[in-house]
């Protein structure tokens, strides 16, 4: 969810000259010189915004000596120790939007990373990747004759991703045994968030697969085409199969999860929860689709929104769960654009903000203990 938000002015002015005095105090040329405190004007809008919007209470005066000790931003929201509350560069933030949508220009390929190395871990169906040829296991060893091996993981996901109709090298390495080989593949508008078809069984007869591999702004009317066309080929039941999805919108989840339920407007799907205790409840749309016998696959990549959509269909009874306990995130992200001007910014990016706490129907939690530790899912990169 996005959520705008004016910083005071007054207060945020305050601050700054507070900086201003200390690092003066402690020798702010000299800091500089050592590639400290270059994102002041940053720092000024970020520290208010955690005191005021964080979904746990935060020290002001606790979160300034850590920009002091720190020197730089990235370093203070790490000390926080939540991997969901982070700074977005205006290059991931770009591409933070383009995935919302649900469509992109890529290649249709899913990537993680192992041990530094870029793994290939599944194609989306017709997608170039797909018709090149590439496999769960393929290494990924340069992009457009670059070593993967130096590059971030967000180097790599820019690299392979750009406008439909342009070309990626990918040298490519199968086995850990055969040579590499390069193969150029011609990008293409990618729509991965759902894929869908009819199986047969013997026993059972036309079953109705959908996976979700993410929750984006496209996702429910996807979704509603495929029930529509399950419906009319008379399917015995539906799986759900939302394994290794780390999540995405919140609405899109609603729109998701209610068409797979029962009218439900007394029961709230999902409750958020503030820091003031406040609460606020999100109820099941009218569903349109009659309803199927349903399993929903999950797994402990099941994060947030997948979270979401599971637990209403557990409680309400429509379907039946099969798999590993999920990821436990509990929590739902602001994206908070933050505004340059009388405060420049580096880049312009927003800030990532985990600040809520969610609860499913049944008010069990589903947040992962504070100290246990944390992969964020999203390991699986899409490109």
Request: glycine letters at 10%.
């Amino acid at each position: 969810m996005t959520n705008r938000f004016d910083l005071p002015r007054r207060p945020a002015i305050r601050l700054l000259v507070f900086f201003l005095l200390v690092t003066t105090f402690f020798g702010f040329g000299f800091a500089l010189t050592q590639d400290k405190y270059r994102d002041l004007g940053l720092a000024c809008q970020v520290i208010p915004l955690l005191k005021l919007k964080y979904y746990e209470p935060l020290s002001l005066s606790r979160l300034v000596l850590t920009y002091l000790q720190t020197g730089n931003v990235p370093a203070l929201l790490a000390s926080l120790g939540d991997p969901y509350t982070k700074y977005l560069a205006a290059e991931e933030y770009h591409r933070l939007l383009e995935e919302n949508k649900g469509v992109y220009g890529g290649i249709g390929l899913y990537l993680e990373y192992t041990d530094g190395q870029l793994i290939v871990f599944k194609t989306i169906n017709n997608s170039p990747a797909a018709r090149a040829g590439l496999q769960p296991g393929d290494r990924i060893t340069a992009i457009n004759h670059q070593p993967t091996a130096g590059l971030t993981k967000e180097a790599a996901v820019g690299a392979i991703l750009g406008p439909p109709g342009t070309t990626v090298v990918l040298t490519v390495q199968r086995g850990g045994v055969l040579p590499a080989k390069d193969i150029t593949l011609t990008r293409a508008l990618i729509d991965p968030s759902i894929e869908w078809e009819i199986r047969s069984d013997p026993q059972i007869g036309k079953v109705g697969w959908i996976t979700l591999t993410q929750f984006t702004e496209e996702t429910g009317k996807d979704l509603g085409r495929a029930l529509r066309i399950f419906t009319r080929e008379q399917v015995a039941g539906i799986v759900l199969d939302l394994r290794y999805n780390p999540g995405g919108l919140l609405l899109s989840a609603l729109e998701v999860a209610s068409q797979f339920l029962p009218r439900a407007e007394t029961i709230p799907l999902v409750s958020l929860q503030y820091r003031n205790q406040t609460t606020e409840h999100f109820y099941a749309y009218p569903n349109p689709h009659p309803s199927f016998p349903l399993v929903v696959l999950i797994n402990e990549w099941s994060a947030s929104s997948s979270e979401i959509v599971a637990s209403a269909i557990q409680h309400l009874k429509a379907g039946v769960l099969v798999g590993n306990t999920t990821f436990g995130k509990g929590l739902v992200q602001d994206v908070i654009p933050l505004r340059g001007g009388w405060c420049p910014l580096p880049d312009g990016g927003p800030l990532l903000n985990g600040r809520r706490l969610f609860h499913p129907p049944d008010r069990r939690g589903t947040r992962r203990p504070r100290d246990s530790p944390v992969h964020p899912p999203g390991g699986h990169r899409r490109k």
